[in-house]
């Protein structure tokens, strides 16, 4: 019965959707945004990333008052603002005028993701799906509109919501989100945003090291070329294994087994970097430690030229690099 009921109400929905894009039958841009700066976003996961597969929350929120809006924004005057402005004010609050004030837009996204830190992904990950709130907004100051203290004003019905996936594109270091709005402005239409890793962050370092084979490539702890900086591993630090993964003493010869074996500098200039004596840690000390270190909880992303917002209908692709081009 209650499954039966979910069903309903999804369909329902989905039906609602679909007529209102399909009424009017609109094929084309409807808005898209190029942007002309590069700020810099943080993706936020949690627990965080590591060289295995694992589930995580994904948080991404770009607000202009802090400086990490979406600028370089254009409503397509060609489309039939008014007309639905008019006889669908339910589902459709903006017009023409309302639409000419865009220059720029807030994203926020939440969702779900289950893989590693290589992008590329393995045979059991999943690529991450979420839903999002866009928020357009014009340059201060626009006679009536909202906004005050300077702040960029919001434009009447230039919001939405949308429901897609996010897919990482190693090749050209970037993320693409595609999916569906499911209300407000562009009702019924695709929706693709696209943003570039900022290469240069050094919270992205263990990142690109991860897609490009620097690390995580060999999780066996008893390898020589063992690389998965993430995982505490017990070892031997003494005895016939010394240097082996250990469950126990037994696995030891009845010396230590733990995971602090790794000779690390504690506080100082050296703080965490490989030591063999108190001397080579200046304002600290050498101690043995757990070489581990803490799982990827923010991504560095950032508005390069080739990032781009696309809300379309019809035959555009959103998938299609052109049709990030700027409106005539």
Known sequence: MRKRMWMTILGGLLGATLAWSQAHAYSGHLLNCNPTSSPEI??????????????NKIKIRAR?????????????????????????????????????TITQAEVSLKGLTFGSCNFS??????????????????????????????????????????????????????????GLITKGLGLGMDIAIRVGLDLAAPENGLLVACNTG?????????????????TSVDRCIAGPN????????????????????????RRGDNDGLPCGNDDDCPDGRCKLQDPAIDPIEVMKIVTTPDSGLLISSGEDDPNDPNDYDSLP
């Not at 620097?214 to 993430?230: G, H, K, Q, R, V």
């Open 121 to 178: 992904g393995s045979d059991t990950s999943a690529g991450a799906s979420g839903s999002g709130k866009i928020t357009f907004l014009g340059d201060p100051p626009i006679p009536g509109a909202k906004g005050r203290d300077g702040r960029a004003p919001k434009v009447r019905g230039a919001k939405l919501k949308f429901f897609g996936t996010v897919e990482g594109d190693l090749a050209t270091y970037s993320a693409t989100a595609l």
């Open 64 to 100: 202009v008052k802090d400086g990490q809006g979406i600028d370089g924004c254009v409503a397509n005057p060609a489309a039939p603002w008014d007309v639905w402005a008019s006889r669908d004010a339910k589902w459709f609050k903006t017009d023409l005028a309302g639409a000419s």
């Open 214 to 230: 620097a690390i995580c490539t060999d999780l066996d702890p008893d390898s020589p070329s063992y690389d998965d900086p993430f």
């Open 42 to 55: 943080d993706v936020e996961f949690k627990k965080g990333l590591t060289c295995v597969d694992t589930k």
């Open 242 to 265: 010394t240097g082996m993964s250990c469950d126990g003493k037994d696995d030891c010869g009845g010396e230590k087994c733990t995971n602090r074996h790794s000779a690390l500098c």
